[in-house]
């Protein structure tokens, strides 16, 4: 027998009614979730990091970054036991960092090895602070700030990093908002619409989306600007008139809790995440053209090679600060408008962004 119509209308509101709830709480946890410490995340660019203390934050947890006498990295809790400042503000002593305050030493396991006003009946505190796995690998600094194995899963690494048929550029993301917000920004292709002063790509469409157990791969058919199969083509960078829109296959993935894309043969982009806080995320995005095309070039003496590596890094600078910018944007606007209204329901049509929220509250409840 078929319900009353009354039973039918208050069901379908009840269901409704759940959906919406359902909704509103998945975005509340979403923009607002940790991240998995069980992972290896990207805190600073080699270069950056010096025989000089080094202030990071990774998900609220301040961390001091140096390289001992050997020049390994070191890395700390970024708080002095005795008065709970920042050591960031002392100096590195030999293999060790020496407070500001009152000059407390503290070495590369973090143990205090040293109090400069020590009376002689007076022992050395037993404070010990935490110290963090680091690798240095690929020009990046990657940290695991867990408690697990960190040689359970190994950092991503960035493999064209070193080699010499890749030209790199890198750009640095420090953006007002929840990293959601940012992954979802790379992995839907769908908003080419914000950079078509930059002519990044165009006309993309969701081809094949897959999802794993650690990652989301999605794969888009769309229309490329550039096309990278003469040595002058590199100029296209620069010159726009030199550009012809062409199709390509656009790949981007979500490797938790970093980023990879694909834009046909001539480009692959990385971005390499160290979120902050609930509203704060700082990123590398580094952009590689590769110069596989020119299959002649491993004749040339790999010194030449590099002095060409060398020379044309940072040369797709421009665009990619360009697009950075336009995203940031974006993004900080979502955060806003979330913090302001949290309840305020938002549209998804894209499948992959679906699939990115899911993977991001399982990870942070694994
Ligand atoms: S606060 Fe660091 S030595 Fe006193
Ligand atoms: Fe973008």
Redesign the pocket.
């Given at each position: 027998m078929l319900p009353a119509l009354p039973t039918l209308f208050l069901l379908s509101q009840f269901v409704q009614n759940m959906q919406v709830q359902e909704t509103q709480l998945t975005s509340r946890d979403l923009r607002t979730c940790g991240i998995n410490p069980d992972r290896w995340y990207v805190v600073a660019r080699s270069t950056e990091v010096k025989d000089t203390p080094l202030a990071v934050t990774l998900w609220k947890q301040a961390i001091v970054l140096y390289r001992d006498t050997k020049g390994k990295v070191i890395a700390l809790e970024d708080r002095?036991?005795?008065?709970?400042?920042h050591?960031s503000s002392?100096k590195v002593v030999k293999d060790s960092i020496e407070?500001?305050?009152?000059?407390?030493q503290f070495d590369r396991q973090g143990e205090c090895d040293r109090?400069p006003y020590l009376a002689p009946e007076q022992k050395r505190p037993t404070c010990k602070i935490r110290t963090f796995p680091a690798r240095e690998l690929d020009g990046f600094i990657w940290l695991f700030p867990g408690e697990g194995d960190p040689d359970a899963i190994a950092p991503l690494g960035v493999p064209e990093w070193e080699h010499l048929n890749y030209i790199a550029t890198v750009s640095t993301i420090d953006c007002r908002g929840h990293y959601s917000f940012l992954i979802e920004n790379l992995m839907d292709m769908y908003h080419g619409h914000l950079h078509d002063n930059y002519q990044a790509w165009a006309s993309a469409k969701l081809d094949a989306l897959e999802i794993g157990e650690n990652r989301i791969d999605a794969r888009y058919e769309a229309q490329s600007y550039y096309r990278i199969d003469r040595i002058w083509s590199i100029s296209q960078l620069f010159f726009p008139a030199l550009r012809r829109l062409h199709p390509e296959p656009l790949e981007v993935s979500y490797i938790y809790p970093h980023w990879v894309s694909t834009l046909g043969q001539d480009f692959k982009i990385y971005c390499l995440f160290c979120p902050v806080d609930e509203t704060h995320t700082r990123a590398y995005l580094i952009h590689f053209t590769s110069l596989n095309a020119f299959w002649r070039l491993h004749k040339l003496p790999i010194k030449f090679r590099k002095f060409l590596k060398d020379r044309l890094f940072g040369s797709a600078q421009k665009l990619l600060d360009g697009l950075v910018r336009q995203d940031v944007d974006m993004i900080e606007q979502e955060q806003q408008s979330f913090l302001a209204f949290p309840r305020r329901h938002s549209y998804e049509l894209n499948r992959t962004c679906i699939a990115v929220q899911r993977l991001i509250l399982k990870m942070n409840n694994s």
């Amino acid at each position: 027998m078929l319900p009353a119509l009354p039973t039918l209308f208050l069901l379908s509101q009840f269901v409704q009614n759940m959906q919406v709830q359902e909704t509103q709480l998945t975005s509340r946890d979403l923009r607002t979730c940790g991240i998995n410490p069980d992972r290896w995340y990207v805190v600073a660019r080699s270069t950056e990091v010096k025989d000089t203390p080094l202030a990071v934050t990774l998900w609220k947890q301040a961390i001091v970054l140096y390289r001992d006498t050997k020049g390994k990295v070191i890395a700390l809790e970024d708080r002095c036991p005795h008065r709970q400042v920042h050591l960031s503000s002392g100096k590195v002593v030999k293999d060790s960092i020496e407070c500001s305050y009152h000059g407390w030493q503290f070495d590369r396991q973090g143990e205090c090895d040293r109090v400069p006003y020590l009376a002689p009946e007076q022992k050395r505190p037993t404070c010990k602070i935490r110290t963090f796995p680091a690798r240095e690998l690929d020009g990046f600094i990657w940290l695991f700030p867990g408690e697990g194995d960190p040689d359970a899963i190994a950092p991503l690494g960035v493999p064209e990093w070193e080699h010499l048929n890749y030209i790199a550029t890198v750009s640095t993301i420090d953006c007002r908002g929840h990293y959601s917000f940012l992954i979802e920004n790379l992995m839907d292709m769908y908003h080419g619409h914000l950079h078509d002063n930059y002519q990044a790509w165009a006309s993309a469409k969701l081809d094949a989306l897959e999802i794993g157990e650690n990652r989301i791969d999605a794969r888009y058919e769309a229309q490329s600007y550039y096309r990278i199969d003469r040595i002058w083509s590199i100029s296209q960078l620069f010159f726009p008139a030199l550009r012809r829109l062409h199709p390509e296959p656009l790949e981007v993935s979500y490797i938790y809790p970093h980023w990879v894309s694909t834009l046909g043969q001539d480009f692959k982009i990385y971005c390499l995440f160290c979120p902050v806080d609930e509203t704060h995320t700082r990123a590398y995005l580094i952009h590689f053209t590769s110069l596989n095309a020119f299959w002649r070039l491993h004749k040339l003496p790999i010194k030449f090679r590099k002095f060409l590596k060398d020379r044309l890094f940072g040369s797709a600078q421009k665009l990619l600060d360009g697009l950075v910018r336009q995203d940031v944007d974006m993004i900080e606007q979502e955060q806003q408008s979330f913090l302001a209204f949290p309840r305020r329901h938002s549209y998804e049509l894209n499948r992959t962004c679906i699939a990115v929220q899911r993977l991001i509250l399982k990870m942070n409840n694994s």
